[in-house]
T-cell receptor, first 114, second 115 residues
Framework: AQSVTQLDSQVPVFEEAPVELRCNYSSSVSVYLFWYVQYPNQGLQLLLKYLSGSTLVKGINGFEAEFNKSQTSFHLRKPSVHISDTAEYFCAVTRNTGGFKTIFGAGTRLFVKA | DADVTQTPRNRITKTGKRIMLECSQTKGHDRMYWYRQDPGLGLRLIYYSFDVKDINKGEISDGYSVSRQAQAKFSLSLESAIPNQTALYFC??????????????FGPGTRLTVL
C-alpha cells in the first residue's frame, strides 16, 4: 500500500521567519516525490521533485526539500517566507514501478502573517 | 493562454441531473487525469488516460465516467449527480516521456455544487 501523511493541516508563521512543512510517506516500492503549491482559486503547480541522486532538492521561489529514506520523509523548507507564500502545499508520491499510482497528501495550509 | 483549460469554472446543479465537465490541453501531452479535491482529503484520482484508447479507473471512480475524445480533450461525466459529489474538480496532464517521473500540470479547476 502507498500513503502520504502531511503532519500539519495549518502552519501560521510570521513574514521572514523560516518554515518547515512536514511530509511522511509509506510505500512497498521505490517512489518519486513531489511538492505542489496551490494559490487561492488556482490549480496546483510544481514546486520541486525528487527522482534520484542528491537528497536535497531545490525548487522554485526559494523552497527546498530533503529526502530521508530511512525516515521515509520529504519535508519542505524555506529559510525566510513572504506574504506571497500564503497558499496550500501538497506532498505527492508516485511509485516508479508496477503501474501508475500517485497519492496526494491532505495538504498543509501555510499562512504568512505580516 | 492557459495550457490546461476547464469548462465550466463553476456549476450548480440538482440531484439526479447529468453533468459533464470538460478539459482541453495545448501541451501536447498524452496523459490526462481527473481529480477531485475535498477539504482535508487532498486530491483523489477519479480516472486517468494514458492515450486515447487507454482509460483507467482511479481510486474513486464510482458514480463517474469519462471520455477521451482526442489527445487534447478529456471529459468527466456525472450520470446522476448526488450532493456528496460537491467538490472542486481538477484536470491534469503529464508527458509520457520518462515514465512516471514527470510532474502533472493542472487546470484551474471546476467548482461543482450539487443541491
Amino acid at each position: 500500500a502507498q500513503s502520504v501523511t502531511q503532519l500539519d493541516s495549518q502552519v501560521p508563521v510570521f513574514e521572514e521567519a523560516p518554515v518547515e512543512l512536514r511530509c511522511n510517506y509509506s510505500s512497498s516500492v521505490s517512489v518519486y516525490l513531489f511538492w505542489y503549491v496551490q494559490y487561492p482559486n488556482q490549480g496546483l503547480q510544481l514546486l520541486l521533485k525528487y527522482l534520484s541522486g542528491s537528497t536535497l532538492v531545490k525548487g522554485i521561489n526559494g523552497f527546498e526539500a530533503e529526502f530521508n529514506k530511512s525516515q521515509t520523509s520529504f519535508h519542505l523548507r524555506k529559510p525566510s517566507v513572504h506574504i506571497s507564500d500564503t497558499a496550500e502545499y501538497f506532498c505527492a508520491v508516485t511509485r516508479n514501478t508496477g503501474g501508475f499510482k500517485t497519492i496526494f497528501g491532505a495538504g498543509t495550509r501555510l499562512f504568512v502573517k505580516a | 493562454d492557459a495550457d490546461v483549460t476547464q469548462t465550466p469554472r463553476n456549476r450548480i446543479t440538482k440531484t439526479g441531473k447529468r453533468i459533464m465537465l470538460e478539459c482541453s490541453q495545448t501541451k501536447g501531452h498524452d496523459r490526462m487525469y481527473w481529480y477531485r479535491q475535498d477539504p482535508g482529503l487532498g486530491l483523489r484520482l477519479i480516472y486517468y488516460s494514458f492515450d486515447v484508447k487507454d482509460i483507467n479507473k482511479g481510486e474513486i471512480s464510482d458514480g463517474y465516467s469519462v471520455s477521451r475524445q482526442a489527445q487534447a480533450k478529456f471529459s468527466l461525466s456525472l450520470e446522476s449527480a448526488i450532493p456528496n459529489q460537491t467538490a472542486l474538480y481538477f484536470c491534469a496532464t503529464s508527458d509520457r516521456d520518462r515514465g512516471y517521473r514527470n510532474e502533472q500540470f493542472f487546470g484551474p479547476g471546476t467548482r461543482l455544487t450539487v443541491l
